[in-house]
């Protein structure tokens, strides 16, 4: 039991304010609170909606502003002029709006193909805040709508494919039908959003079968590379074999075409000549025999005709040992 004696305080000699300070002081603290909650400031990638007693009032431009105080005006500023987004079985760490992220991620991204195939998905829907006042009036937690239509859209559009798709050839096709999807129905719910951009991020199998699925896509690989090896080949052989084909056949006609050009030149030739030859026979038959033996006794060398009756031939003649040369 505690047997020291009780403090006693004595307040009669703590010096007290005078009055007037207490009444400026009860004056000028409501004044700078009103004024303190007169003015609001709004950053430059947002904007501000106004309400008075809660009813819109107007929406306003990034800058200082003023508005009614005591609560009778109240601001939201929303970032209008950034873009947003969602991510579906992954997140980014440091993230600062809380609905960019689900807690539940791996049943998010746990989806079936439409040949009944497991497959993991991982997407991020790109938005903007297109219309403040229908963001905040038109429909309760508009983001978080978004999302739920994000992912009931993504699982029927990957329900609707195979496996194979949705992991290699249909990526681009899938991000495509999902954006047009969800603009049809942000438009149709009035969310107040423009949806920018739907990407597919990593597309796997689940871990279970993840070896599998590697085989597979080995033997694929090695079948269009075998595929495409052939391709180069017939590529290659194919166009030089129709070339030779094509020349050969050229060259065909070109010894075709020279030859009855030929042929109809010496039929033209034969039948002048017989012409000349009907008009006047006895000389035509002296001229081709002149001709003829003009063209063909050159060639035959050196020839002496000589008299059956001359004797003493070889002193005469100008022998020599080549045709042309000296004695």
Same mark, same amino acid.
């Not at 903007?128 to 508009?142: E, G, K, M």
């Not at 039908?177 to 991020?201: M, N």
């Given at each position: 039991?505690?047997?020291?004696?009780?403090?006693?305080?004595?307040?009669?000699?703590?010096?007290?304010?005078?009055?007037?300070?207490?009444?400026?002081?009860?004056?000028?603290?409501?004044?700078? =609170?009103?004024?303190?909650?007169? =003015?609001?400031?709004?950053?430059?990638?947002?904007?501000?909606?106004?309400?008075?007693?809660?009813? !819109?009032?107007?929406?306003?431009?990034?800058?200082?502003? =003023?508005?009614?105080?005591?609560?009778?005006?109240?601001?939201?500023?929303?970032?209008?002029? $950034?873009?947003?987004?969602?991510? =579906?079985?992954?997140?980014?760490?440091? !993230?600062?709006?809380?609905?960019?992220?689900?807690?539940?991620?791996?049943?998010?991204?746990?989806?079936?193909?439409?040949?009944?195939?497991?497959?993991?998905?991982?997407?991020?829907?790109? !938005? $903007?805040?297109?219309?403040? @006042?229908?963001?905040?009036?038109?429909?309760?937690?508009?983001?978080?709508?978004? @999302?739920?239509?994000?992912?009931?859209?993504?699982?029927?559009?990957?329900?609707?494919?195979?496996?194979?798709?949705?992991?290699?050839?249909?990526?681009?096709?899938?991000?495509?039908?999902?954006?047009? @999807?969800?603009?049809?129905?942000?438009?149709?719910?009035?969310?107040?959003? $423009?949806?920018?951009?739907?990407?597919?991020?990593?597309?796997?199998?689940?871990?279970?079968?993840?070896?599998?699925?590697?085989?597979?896509?080995?033997?694929?690989?090695?079948?269009?590379?075998?595929?495409?090896?052939?391709?180069?080949?017939?590529?290659?052989?194919?166009? $030089?074999?129709?070339?030779?084909?094509?020349?050969?056949?050229?060259?065909?006609?070109?010894?075709?075409?020279?030859?009855?050009?030929?042929?109809?030149?010496?039929?033209?030739?034969?039948?002048?000549?017989?012409?000349?030859?009907?008009?006047?026979?006895?000389?035509?038959?002296?001229?081709?025999?002149?001709?003829?033996?003009?063209?063909?006794?050159?060639?035959?060398?050196?020839?002496?005709?000589?008299?059956?009756?001359?004797?003493?031939?070889?002193?005469?003649?100008?022998?020599?040992?080549?045709?042309?040369?000296?004695?």
């Amino acid at each position: 039991m505690d047997s020291r004696p009780p403090v006693v305080y004595n307040l009669d000699n703590v010096p007290r304010p005078p009055a007037g300070t207490i009444t400026l002081l009860l004056v000028v603290v409501p004044i700078l =609170f009103l004024v303190w909650t007169s =003015f609001y400031t709004v950053a430059a990638e947002s904007e501000g909606v106004v309400l008075r007693f809660g009813k !819109y009032l107007t929406t306003v431009e990034p800058g200082l502003h =003023f508005k009614l105080p005591l609560g009778i005006d109240h601001v939201t500023v929303l970032p209008t002029r $950034r873009q947003l987004k969602l991510e =579906f079985g992954f997140f980014t760490r440091g !993230y600062m709006d809380p609905i960019q992220a689900s807690p539940y991620q791996i049943e998010e991204k746990s989806m079936v193909t439409g040949d009944l195939n497991a497959a993991l998905v991982e997407w991020v829907v790109q !938005y $903007r805040i297109s219309d403040a @006042r229908q963001y905040l009036f038109d429909v309760r937690n508009p983001g978080q709508t978004l @999302r739920d239509l994000s992912e009931a859209v993504m699982r029927e559009m990957i329900g609707d494919r195979t496996v194979d798709e949705v992991i290699t050839i249909g990526r681009q096709e899938i991000e495509m039908a999902v954006l047009s @999807r969800l603009q049809e129905l942000a438009k149709l719910y009035q969310l107040g959003l $423009r949806i920018d951009q739907v990407q597919l991020k990593n597309v796997n199998p689940p871990a279970e079968v993840q070896a599998s699925f590697n085989e597979v896509n080995r033997a694929q690989q090695d079948r269009e590379n075998a595929i495409n090896v052939a391709n180069g080949d017939y590529n290659q052989a194919v166009p $030089r074999a129709r070339g030779e084909a094509d020349q050969a056949i050229r060259g065909a006609e070109g010894y075709q075409f020279k030859r009855v050009n030929e042929a109809e030149g010496d039929v033209a030739s034969f039948s002048a000549m017989l012409e000349q030859y009907t008009k006047a026979p006895e000389i035509t038959r002296t001229r081709l025999y002149l001709e003829t033996m003009g063209d063909v006794i050159p060639q035959m060398g050196q020839k002496f005709i000589i008299d059956d009756s001359l004797r003493q031939l070889l002193p005469i003649l100008p022998l020599s040992t080549k045709p042309g040369g000296t004695p």
